[in-house]
């Protein structure tokens, strides 16, 4: 087990499609989980933020996510999670990432989504999310397709140095009431 450097925005890891993992009891998964585990605690402690690491935050371009909820007592590791459902609302979040720990990024998410996964003993888990639960984990597995919540900016003035939002909002504010989605389609109509 060991603590490792988080990869930063730059570097060409994070954007790499991670592979699905064959043998998630296999002893290599559990050695990338662990070390995921360790830096995820060494990192809430230096930033005092943080919920979730993705492999590749950490050089490995494998399909594993750790999540460390403290308040809901979530503690996870997901082997090739993937989200097989998402609701009808969308919410704004303010998010942020250990791979570029200055800036906040406005992003939509789903409000609700089902994430399947595996554990560790390769055992099949299905996980109905709502919120900040739900936005977390589409985060974690972007960063398995390679993509960053920079990405997904949204609106106008989407990016802000965390401080300088912290001077102006509450934290609160990080996330928006859900509202149902606006279909595409619809909104090009009406348009024209
Ligand atoms: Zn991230």
């Known amino acids: 087990m060991a603590i ?11 954007r790499a499609r991670c592979q699905p993992v064959e043998r998630p009891a296999s002893a290599a998964v559990r050695l990338v989980a662990d070390d995921l585990r360790d830096t995820l605690k060494a990192a809430k402690k230096q930033y005092g933020m943080g919920r979730a690491l993705a492999a590749p935050q950490i050089g490995a371009p494998v399909r594993v996510v750790v999540v460390d909820v403290e308040g809901a007592k979530q503690r996870m590791t997901m082997v090739n999670p993937e989200v ?8 704004e979040v303010w998010d942020d990432c250990f791979s570029f720990p200055d800036l906040l990024v406005r992003v939509n ?7 399947s996964y595996l554990d560790l003993r390769g055992k ?3 996980l109905e999310c709502v919120g900040p639960m739900a936005e977390l984990l589409q985060h974690e597995i ?3 397709d390679g993509i960053l919540a920079l990405d997904r900016a949204a609106g106008n003035d989407p990016f802000a140095y965390r401080d300088e939002w912290a001077k102006l909002h509450d934290p609160q504010e990080r996330y928006s009431p859900p509202r149902l989605r606006e279909a595409p389609d619809e909104a090009l109509v009406s348009s024209s």
């Open 4 to 14: 490792r450097r988080i990869r930063q925005l730059g570097d060409p890891v994070l």
């Open 84 to 91: 097989t459902d998402v609701g009808s609302e969308d919410f």
């Open 109 to 115: 998410r789903a409000y609700r989504i089902t994430v």
């Open 124 to 126: 099949p888990h299905s």
């Open 142 to 144: 972007d960063h398995l």
